[in-house]
């Protein structure tokens, strides 16, 4: 398919700017998703995914800002558009998901409401025509008893429920993108198996791209075609998923690969430690110059100190930002 | 549901002091203005006269029912708009910040500042006494509670993760701010507003009392009060019966307001099975 990518991201820098002091929370960060790609950004909590997600909607508030750079869906420059186109997009084309399904959903209306408010505002319906549409949405979603659920409050339905009805309202209006900002991160394991792969199967039945944000690369691995992932504000890797854990280049990467615990290792290595990535992320007042990976990293050398590294692209694919990649 | 004794009670007693309101010309016994006869003047409260009569010889208990009707349309109706102002200040203000925070802050800090009473004592003196010109008083000058209230809800609100994800899903600013805030903070508000009435019905009888609200010879319960207190030595039944029914008026809207916010929360409503 040719065209412009659904959303591309060139060069974003997100300030952060409390009035005595001004910072980047987010420098350089380019990528892009095509319609249908499943697209993931991992990192640890303060890297800078979910206000990079914000941004992709245009909802930073102060004190976060658009510093630099260009966001465009579908071509078009999403911070050149109207507030009122902005807002058409929201729900309607771009929707997303989150991490609390105890806290994203009203706690006065019924889940039935919620739903078909979505068709309401975004497609014009009717009330009558739209509370039919939600209870086909809460089927597609495989809520049972649908027409009895829709009448639920949401403190009536359990976590798993809730995030399947959040599903439902992501999804009410066909969107083209979703951002699941750590959607199952609050959630059983067990339910958290079923919700992904309703989220994935429900998305490539309507060719609906995902953008998957977590802390867990396993999961993003595993869900998602590409992978970034970001560190301090920057992203420092980005893969096929396929890659990541076989040759990661950037020694971030290579740390959180190494800190996942494998199933079986005990019976092959024996008894062993975890391995962790010494240190912790430095607070976006006070990253370092150069890498800013540089005093957590064992391959650091004096231009790491000194240098930003360049965005390069990799021989087996992929892009790396570091001076002393494998 | 979970019905506690003071909704029932406090129901009761709102109930009560409605349907007297009314249903006025069927339960009292003489008209309360023309029907004065000083051949049963101060008559102590008997079969006949239930209440006792004043010094006029007006049936207290017809002017006691009559009197319901007056107090309840000012504490209802001024209550209704402090708290149409006070919602309407509070949450665009909350919700938007800025400049108009500062300045409905600003306003809310000078009517804290001013007893509303006073405020209101002024109102009337320039608008002269009368029932409108009172709901207008009362109706101007205690919104700053309610106002308040419905600027920290906002505020606590605005951050909770529904009404971010309705942001996020395209909701614009009037449509969050009726169906994700207003419904949200409804319960104290209600809370706040059975109270203020209670507040209004007494406000009301304080403004009569001081001859700037109702004015004889029409039964409001707080200028029967003004009327009755050189009297209330021989014949205290005629402070007695309007007393009470200020009392156990604001007594039941303030017991209304305490069982509302009880099942207002919607954690506490029952389970469909």
């Known amino acids: 398919m040719t065209g412009p990518p659904l959303i591309e991201v060139e060069n974003l820098r997100i300030d952060l700017d409390d009035g005595s002091r001004h910072v980047a929370a987010v420098e350089g960060v380019s990528f ?15 890297c800078g995914k979910s206000i990079t997600a914000l941004a992709l909607i245009g909802l930073l508030r102060r004190p976060l800002s658009i510093g630099a750079g260009v966001i465009r869906f579908e071509g078009r420059e999403l911070q050149r558009l109207p507030a009122a186109e902005q807002r058409a997009l929201r729900g309607n084309r771009v929707a997303m998901i989150f991490q609390e399904p105890m806290t994203a959903l009203n706690p006065v209306s019924p889940v039935g409401r919620q739903i078909a408010e979505m068709f309401v505002l975004h497609k014009g319906k009717s009330w009558r025509e739209a509370n039919q549409l939600a209870i086909e949405s809460l089927v597609s979603v495989r809520v049972p008893a649908p027409e009895r659920r829709v009448k639920d409050y949401p403190h009536q339905l359990s976590g798993g429920m809730r995030q399947r009805v959040m599903i439902a309202i992501a999804l009410a209006c066909g969107p083209d993108l979703l951002i699941a900002d750590e959607p199952t991160t609050a959630l059983d394991v067990t339910v958290q198996a079923e919700i992904i792969e309703l989220m994935r199967n429900l998305c490539e039945e309507r060719g609906t791209a995902i953008l998957m944000i977590s802390h867990d690369l396993g999961l993003v691995a595993n869900v998602c075609r590409r992978v970034a992932v970001m560190y301090a504000g920057r992203i420092v890797e980005e893969r096929g998923s396929n890659d990541i854990f076989r040759a990661c280049a950037h020694p971030y990467t290579q740390g959180l690969v190494d800190s996942l615990p494998r199933l079986g290792s005990r019976a092959a290595l024996g008894r062993s430690r975890l391995k962790e990535i010494a240190g912790v992320v430095p607070a976006i007042a006070d990253f370092p110059q150069g890498c800013r990976f540089n005093p ?12 930003v590294p360049e965005t390069t692209r990799l021989d087996a694919g992929g892009l790396v930002r570091c001076h002393h990649h494998a | 549901m979970k019905i506690g004794p003071s909704l029932i009670i406090g129901g009761a007693l709102f109930a009560l002091a409605i349907f007297v309101g009314v249903f006025a010309p069927w339960l009292a016994h003489t008209d309360p203005v023309m029907d004065a006869n000083l051949m049963n003047a101060e008559e102590p409260p008997s079969w006949t006269w239930w209440f006792g009569t004043d010094a006029q010889g007006r049936d207290i208990y017809s002017r006691v029912v009559y009197g319901a009707r007056i107090s309840l349309t000012v504490g209802i109706v001024s209550q209704l708009v402090n708290s149409v102002i006070g919602t309407t200040l509070g949450l665009t203000a909350g919700y938007w910040a800025g400049w108009w ?7 809310t800090n000078l009517m804290l500042a001013i007893p509303s009473l006073i405020f209101a004592l002024a109102i009337m003196a320039v608008l002269g006494p009368g029932l409108t010109s009172l709901l207008i008083a009362l109706g101007l000058t205690n919104w700053s509670f309610t106002c308040r209230i419905a600027r920290a809800s906002t505020l606590s609100l605005k951050s909770q993760g529904y009404v971010q994800a309705a942001r996020v899903l395209g909701y614009g600013d009037l449509r969050i701010m009726i169906t994700q805030l207003l419904p949200n903070m409804l319960g104290p508000i209600i809370v706040i507003a059975t109270l203020g009435m209670g507040a209004a019905v007494l406000a009301e009888a304080a403004l009569s009392f001081l001859g700037l609200g109702i004015r004889p010879p029409y039964p409001s319960w707080g200028s029967m009060l003004s009327e009755a207190r050189d009297q209330i030595t021989t014949a205290p039944w005629l402070s007695i019966f309007p007393g009470l029914a200020i009392f156990l008026t604001v007594l039941g809207l303030n017991l209304l307001g305490d069982g509302l916010r009880d099942i207002l929360d919607p954690q506490s409503r029952s389970r469909r099975t």
Request: aromatic letters at 6%; proline letters at 0%; one cysteine or more.
């Open chain 1, 32 to 46: 892009r998703i095509d319609r249908g790609e499943t697209f993931g950004l991992v990192g640890e909590s303060g």
């Open chain 2, 101 to 107: 925070d500062d300045f409905v802050n600003g306003l």
């Open chain 1, 296 to 307: 957590r990293c064992a391959r650091a050398s004096d231009i790491c100190r000194t240098a």
